[in-house]
């Protein structure tokens, strides 16, 4: 049998420091010390939160030709470039979240510059993630900080009276007892006062409207552009293009690639601005800023099947006989810390990919042991295989459990098709008596659910009835994905 395989970079998942202890569970003790201290610090990561910021598009430029007959000719400034757009694309040559930045920010549009010469476009930039990583944006942090701190703000009474504002006075209006008390001159004081004022407010308007127009075009030197010209000016300010969805992706497909965020459109150079009433246009346009977004970022393994079961069960012995990937293999708990994904080749070059994920405790979902997290990397397999220890003390009862954390994750998990390999049959007397009770309960479950469930015993050990297990796999992936 040839053997291909796809492997997770070495963990580095925390280890959350978890002291939890429930009656007949695995505690985190010296075992996954043990696990702790021989396992090198590595970047095994499948949650990651990133920002990505597009490029702002370039400035249009002011330039003129110069000739030796006209020293101001017609206006050549050429046009700001693109800025950068940022792209997801999935790659399986990636397998971790690990190796990602926390921003990435495209390069802005170059700009404009004299005898037209146009700015050049920025180079799109990627966030390269791993096939199965599931995209959505959210809100960064500053504003989900923000939401809170409004949501706490004691609201206005619903019942409080607005305060009545007088209606202002006109002068023909001025309240007769006033009139009696001021004299002329007092009167026309008031009047210049108001007329001032007035004129600072005229005055204030025109500085706003200014800086607005300046956000959006540059000027000649010195320049300073008249009522009518910002209303002119107003008036060619490009529409806003549309907003971007909002991003929600599943990338499920080698090579998929999505637009992110858009880079700022480059801005005009001064020609775009003449016309039969503007001659030498002493205006450019400046570059559209470059938008910001957050995203989560989630990897769910997609693989055929996905292997579940209790610590030191053998789940990794298994993946390591059946395709070629070598996880480690140790007698103490917890000796995987994050998934492998590993791919059977069948003799006619047929596979199927299978995925070992660390192992599961009563209380996972509590975040006993190492936490039922792992089991996104097998919410998306179409088939389970649960791999049970027949040296263990109660078979029945760690197939409960393990149904029971797999319920607790996601309700319905354990209706997917699934096969139960009843692992280290070759431990005699024991093994047979388990295996007889183990039966048993899965039969129980099987007419409970109405489904088809088999226990196959094998030794993964002494490769003892894994072909058997590798057939019946290899015809329930067939059969679900027929009748998906
Ligand atoms: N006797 C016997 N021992 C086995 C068999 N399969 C695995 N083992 C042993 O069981 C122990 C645990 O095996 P692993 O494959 O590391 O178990 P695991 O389920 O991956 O464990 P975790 O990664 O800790 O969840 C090792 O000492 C293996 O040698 C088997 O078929 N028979
Ligand atoms: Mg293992």
């Known amino acids: 049998m040839k053997h291909v395989v796809r492997r997770f970079h070495a963990s580095n998942r925390i280890l959350a420091s978890n002291n939890v202890t429930q009656s007949g569970n695995f505690e985190r003790t010296q075992a996954t010390n043990h696990a702790r201290q021989e396992r090198k610090p590595s970047s095994f990561i499948d949650l990651k939160c990133v920002n990505a910021v597009s490029g702002a598009g370039g400035n249009g430029a002011i330039h003129f030709f110069k000739g030796l007959v006209n020293p101001i000719g017609p206006p050549c400034g050429g046009n700001g470039g693109r800025g950068g757009d940022v792209y997801v694309v999935a790659s399986k040559e990636v397998t971790s979240l690990g190796g990602l930045l926390n921003r990435y920010r495209a390069v802005n549009g170059g700009g404009g510059d004299r005898q037209n010469k146009h700015g050049r476009d920025a180079p799109s930039m990627e966030i390269v993630v791993p096939v199965g990583t599931l995209v959505r944006q959210v809100d960064s942090l500053q504003e989900i900080a923000l939401a809170k701190q409004m949501a706490m703000m004691p609201k206005e009474p619903e019942d409080a009276v607005p305060e009545q504002n007088a209606a202002p006075q006109t002068e023909d209006e001025v309240n007769p007892e006033i009139e009696e008390v001021l004299t002329e001159e007092e009167l026309e004081e008031i009047e210049a006062a108001t007329l001032a004022e007035q004129a600072k407010k005229r005055e204030l308007k025109k500085e706003r409207q200014l800086e607005f127009i300046q956000q959006h075009f540059i000027f000649r030197k010195d320049y300073v552009p008249h009522a009518d010209r910002i209303k002119l000016l107003r008036s060619r300010i490009p529409p806003r293009l549309p907003p971007q969805p909002t991003v929600h992706l599943d990338l499920s497909r080698d090579g998929e690639r999505h637009l992110i965020v858009r880079g700022g459109r480059g801005g005009f150079g001064n020609p775009h601005f003449s016309s039969n009433e503007i001659k030498g246009p002493g205006i450019a346009s400046r570059g ?116 029971n954390e797999l319920e607790r994750y996601q309700t319905g998990l354990t209706l997917k098709p699934s096969l139960v390999v009843a692992n280290k049959a070759d431990l005699g007397p024991v093994a047979k008596e388990n295996l007889a009770a183990l039966q048993k309960e899965v039969a129980a479950c099987a007419v409970a659910d109405g489904k088809e469930l088999v226990v196959i015993p094998v030794s993964a050990r002494d490769e003892k009835n894994v072909g058997v297990a590798l057939s019946h796999l290899r015809r329930l992936v067939a059969q679900t994905k027929k009748n998906e």
């Open 288 to 403: 559209e800023m470059g938008s910001s977004i957050w995203l989560e970022l989630e990897l769910k393994t997609i693989a055929d099947v996905g292997l579940v079961g209790l610590p030191n069960a053998g789940k990794s012995t298994f993946l390591s006989k059946v395709t070629n990937a070598t996880p480690k293999i140790a007698s103490y708990p917890f000796t995987t810390l994050n998934p492998y994904v590993g791919t059977i080749e069948y003799s006619d070059n047929h596979t199927i990919t299978i995925a070992d994920i660390p192992g599961l405790v009563a209380g996972a979902h509590l975040n006993v042991g190492l936490g039922h997290e792992f089991l996104r990397h097998v919410e998306r397999s179409t088939v389970l295989v649960y791999i049970i220890d027949l040296g263990a003390l109660d078979c029945a009862s760690d197939f409960r459990v393990l149904r």
